[in-house]
């Protein structure tokens, strides 16, 4: 079974409920990773034949997608890290906001969610230590051979205020402001200290009406706004966080770059409040 034939088997409404972000990707788990097709609470088993499995379905789960997605990722690391390595770092740097090595060693160095980068053809390192993740390395091989954008416009939107963005509003809700929110909810002074690690910049929160505004350049030409508005009981209103980006800000990456990018800054946030 393919994914697309799983996917009329689901509601397709993208709720989140087996704990993907889409139909579809929940629809490639289970028919390409071997995910528990009974996660949707939707879908009717009994058309999945005997055990309630497609029967033609890859093993591993969770795993199987993962490792086909790692594949993918090492692939367009290798592809980006080619396209950089025909850049000429010392006419680049500036338009990037980075510092540059030298000719001797070659190498951009820039500040990222709090790490000191060092960026070279041969690699990316944070602090000395060469990053393993892939997704960083894309996130910052594709920010180089963007080449730093142009001019900011100094009015700052929402996601869904960008061309094209429908289908990455969702996923930039779920996986970065949702999750910044419930987990500082009644923690400002600590959503406070970790922005500071990631060298935010608190603005007037008055102007804002909200309890928490700073400004963090995520990469030296990607800045985002942060908005973050603690729950209130007595008014029945959840916590809830607003990312926002400089109108301009496809001039410096592509869509699937921010998000990943806010979604870092969100890890990062908690990660350094622990």
């Known amino acids: 079974m393919q994914p697309l034939e799983f996917l009329k088997l689901t509601p397709r409404t993208n709720c989140g409920e087996c704990g993907y972000a889409a139909c579809l990707a929940f629809a490639a ?3 390409k990773g071997g995910e528990n097709p009974r996660k949707c609470p939707y879908v009717d088993v009994s058309c999945l034949g005997e055990g309630g499995a497609p029967s033609e379905m890859g093993a591993g789960g969770v ?4 490792g086909l997605l790692d594949e993918k990722d090492k692939a367009l690391v290798a592809h980006l890290k080619s396209k950089v390595r025909e850049i000429d770092f010392s006419l680049v740097a500036s338009k ?15 500040r990222y969610l709090g790490y000191e ?16 993740e892939p997704r960083d390395q894309i996130l910052l091989y594709n920010y180089v051979h963007y080449g730093g954008g142009g001019v900011r416009s100094g009015e700052w939107v929402g996601m869904e205020s960008l061309p094209n963005s429908i289908s990455k509003v969702r996923t930039l809700r779920v996986y970065c402001e949702e999750r910044v929110a419930a987990y500082f909810c009644g923690k400002n002074a600590l959503l406070r200290e970790s922005a500071a690690r990631i060298d935010g910049v608190f603005e007037d929160i008055a102007e804002q009406s909200c309890n928490v505004s700073f400004q963090v ?46 979604e870092r800054m ?7 409040s622990r």
């Open 29 to 31: 788990a289970v028919t």
């Open 63 to 66: 795993s199987g997608v993962a």
């Open 96 to 110: 990037l906001g980075c510092g540059w090595s030298g000719p001797a060693t070659d190498q951009l160095r820039f």
């Open 117 to 132: 980068v060092t960026l070279s053809r041969e690699g990316v390192f944070f602090g000395g230590k060469e990053v393993e």
């Open 217 to 262: 350049a995520v990469l030296p030409c990607l800045p985002m706004k942060v908005l973050f508005w603690d729950e209130e009981r007595d008014e029945g209103f959840p916590p809830r966080v607003k990312v926002l980006f400089d109108r301009n800000v496809l001039a410096v990456l592509d869509l699937e770059s921010l998000v990943f990018a806010s």
């Open 266 to 272: 969100a890890e990062r946030l908690m990660e350094l």
